[in-house]
């Protein structure tokens, strides 16, 4: 009998260990769990087209607080969407919720910059190189694209974006090429506002393509060498598609202060902006300052003023 009270006894004082031990666990994951549902209830609104107007439109008076000018806007924006991965880890999530997050900040950069007077927003969405990641997450990626195309249609008629897709694409599924070829087609008609995503994409690749459809077309008697000058190696790249090809402004957001075999040629004279900024967290205050920093700057294209 005294044996089986220790037993009792001890169990007993078990008890309140064992209720603070998961205490302790819960309020550990508190953060993670918390932030989870932050991001999922974002992606919901998302997904049923809710939205708050004033987190997506700069003002007037906001404008003027910033000193931006919208005649001195680039025509050209152009990003490299970094950071997706680190924001997702450092998130306690998983790699797709960190693309879904970073495709989620993409539409939003896009109509901020479009409701700025900006014209084209190009988009390095996945470069050659991404082939060599892990498979689930290209697959992943993939599938993000095909379904954001699809699902945002509606988004870009009512918007009237048009909507190109510039790389090698030779690897892409089926599927995402056919969605691919349906977007652009339903979309070519509109002029003023144009997003082009590099999927595929590799500033060499580009060069290379360029260089191969010149050799053709001179050995097919269209082109002689007096004609190959800077104007037909650029209308021979692959941003042949936008009214205005090389970009303005390059933004790179997660700390990263490098090009990566993007628009190797388009990039010549383009103003350069690097943030520490992780993309999914790269609002619409950031983009201001990245404008801000644009408009002080003096573009003289290698000449003196």
Same mark, same amino acid.
């Given at each position: 009998?005294?044996?089986?009270?220790?037993?009792?006894?001890?169990?007993?004082?078990?008890?309140?260990?064992?209720?603070?031990?998961?205490?302790?666990?819960?309020?550990?994951?508190?953060?993670?769990?918390?932030?989870?549902?932050?991001?999922?209830?974002?992606?919901?609104?998302?997904?049923?087209?809710?939205?708050?107007?004033?987190?997506?439109?700069?003002?007037?008076?906001?404008?003027?607080?910033?000193?931006?000018?919208?005649?001195? =806007?680039?025509? /050209?924006?152009?990003?490299? =969407?970094?950071?997706?991965?680190?924001?997702?880890?450092?998130?306690?999530? =998983?790699?797709?919720?960190?693309?879904?997050?970073? +495709?989620?900040?993409?539409?939003?950069?896009?109509?901020?910059?479009?409701?700025?007077?900006? /014209?084209?927003?190009?988009?390095?969405?996945?470069?050659?190189?991404?082939?060599?990641?892990?498979?689930?997450?290209?697959?992943?990626? =993939?599938?993000?694209?095909?379904?954001?195309?699809?699902?945002?249609?509606?988004?870009?008629?009512?918007?009237?974006?048009?909507?190109?897709?510039?790389?090698?694409?030779?690897?892409?599924?089926?599927?995402? /090429?056919?969605?691919?070829?349906?977007?652009?087609?339903?979309?070519?008609?509109?002029?003023?506002? /144009?997003?082009?995503?590099?999927?595929?994409?590799?500033?060499?690749?580009?060069?290379?393509?360029?260089?191969?459809?010149?050799?053709?077309?001179?050995?097919?008697?269209?082109?002689?060498?007096?004609?190959?000058?800077?104007?037909?190696?650029?209308?021979?790249?692959?941003?042949?598609?936008?009214?205005?090809?090389?970009?303005?402004?390059?933004?790179?957001?997660?700390?990263?202060?490098?090009?990566?075999?993007?628009?190797?040629?388009?990039? +010549?004279?383009?103003?350069?902006?690097?943030?520490?900024?992780?993309?999914?967290?790269?609002?619409?205050?950031?983009?201001?300052?990245?404008?801000?920093?644009?408009?002080?700057?003096?573009?003289?294209?290698?000449?003196?003023?």
């Amino acid at each position: 009998m005294p044996s089986l009270i220790r037993s009792i006894l001890f169990r007993l004082l078990l008890i309140p260990y064992f209720f603070i031990a998961n205490l302790v666990c819960f309020l550990l994951s508190l953060p993670k769990i918390l932030r989870f549902n932050k991001l999922k209830a974002s992606q919901d609104d998302d997904d049923n087209g809710e939205r708050d107007e004033g987190s997506y439109v700069v003002g007037k008076e906001e404008l003027r607080q910033t000193g931006l000018q919208r005649e001195l =806007m680039p025509r /050209h924006v152009a990003v490299i =969407m970094d950071g997706n991965r680190r924001w997702a880890e450092r998130a306690g999530l =998983m790699t797709s919720q960190g693309h879904k997050a970073g +495709a989620k900040r993409l539409k939003q950069f896009a109509e901020l910059c479009f409701g700025l007077g900006i /014209h084209t927003v190009s988009a390095f969405a996945f470069s050659t190189e991404n082939w060599g990641r892990n498979k689930i997450e290209v697959k992943c990626i =993939m599938s993000l694209i095909q379904y954001q195309l699809k699902s945002k249609l509606k988004d870009l008629h009512r918007e009237e974006i048009r909507v190109s897709v510039i790389g090698n694409l030779a690897k892409i599924p089926e599927s995402l /090429h056919r969605t691919i070829q349906e977007m652009e087609e339903a979309t070519k008609i509109y002029k003023n506002r /144009h997003l082009i995503l590099a999927i595929d994409y590799s500033g060499r690749f580009d060069m290379l393509h360029a260089c191969k459809s010149i050799v053709k077309k001179a050995e097919n008697g269209l082109v002689r060498e007096e004609d190959v000058d800077e104007a037909l190696i650029e209308r021979e790249l692959l941003t042949n598609c936008t009214e205005f090809p090389n970009p303005d402004l390059l933004i790179r957001t997660s700390g990263e202060e490098r090009i990566s075999n993007f628009f190797l040629w388009q990039l +010549a004279y383009t103003e350069l902006f690097f943030t520490p900024v992780l993309w999914p967290d790269f609002d619409k205050d950031n983009l201001l300052e990245a404008l801000v920093s644009y408009q002080r700057r003096e573009r003289r294209f290698g000449c003196r003023v």
